[in-house]
């Protein structure tokens, strides 16, 4: 662990998942090693992988929850905050900072990435390790032309529906324009599509 934003570099493990695509990561905590991740490093739209025997689930964060266990005692305390961490260092260590991750594709043994819904799940304790932008460039790359970005899942992320869904895609395509500069403007275009069907949709 480390807040160096090193590409393959667990974040947090799997605690839980919501469905077959939707996993609860804990953020590794300051207990769990001397750097543990900054908040840019568990950023919504940050690309993690969750391995699976031999192929890696590709998900992206959608969501943070911040849990703590202080809230709501407001009573007065036996031992002062400092005197809790050196006698009953573990109290301090239930507060946690959870992430959702949305499965959106897979990438194969061979390396080769897929956009379609991966029939594996990941298990509880399985770690979630960042993509380089090299590696999110090659997973969004189609298959039948290097320089050509491709979003297969867009359809089912914006299946999902809610208010989550429109502003998630709209943070990918943008960093996808900045992955594929040649396809920026039909990315712009496809973004600027999302950002209007979310808004019709509000309005109706």
Do not use: W
């Not at 799997?14 to 609860?24: A, M």
């Not at 305390?77 to 507060?95: G, I, N, Q």
């Amino acid at each position: 662990m480390g807040g160096d934003n090193t590409p393959g570099r667990s974040i947090g493990k799997v605690v839980k998942s919501n469905s077959h695509t939707d996993y609860v990561v804990q953020v590794y905590g300051s207990a769990d090693g001397p750097e543990p991740p900054s908040p840019a490093e568990y950023a919504v739209g940050t690309f993690v992988t969750l391995e699976v025997e031999l192929v890696r689930l590709v998900g992206v964060l959608y969501d943070t929850i911040l849990l703590n266990p202080d809230y709501g005692s407001l009573g007065p305390r036996l031992s002062p905050r400092d005197e809790v961490a050196v006698f009953s260092p573990d109290y301090l260590d239930e507060k946690a900072t959870l992430v959702g991750v949305l499965v959106v594709g897979e990438i194969d043994a061979e390396g080769r990435p897929s956009h379609s819904l991966p029939p594996l799940a990941a298990q509880v304790g399985t770690e979630a390790c960042l993509l380089s932008e090299a590696e999110v460039r090659a997973f969004h790359t189609a298959p039948d032309d290097p320089t050509r970005p491709r979003v297969g899942y867009l359809p089912r992320l914006m299946a999902r529906g809610g208010d989550i869904a429109p502003g998630l895609a709209q943070l990918i395509l943008a960093r996808l324009a900045r992955l594929f500069p040649e396809h920026a403007r039909v990315l712009g275009v496809l973004r600027d599509n999302v950002a209007f069907r979310s808004t019709v949709d509000v309005l109706r």
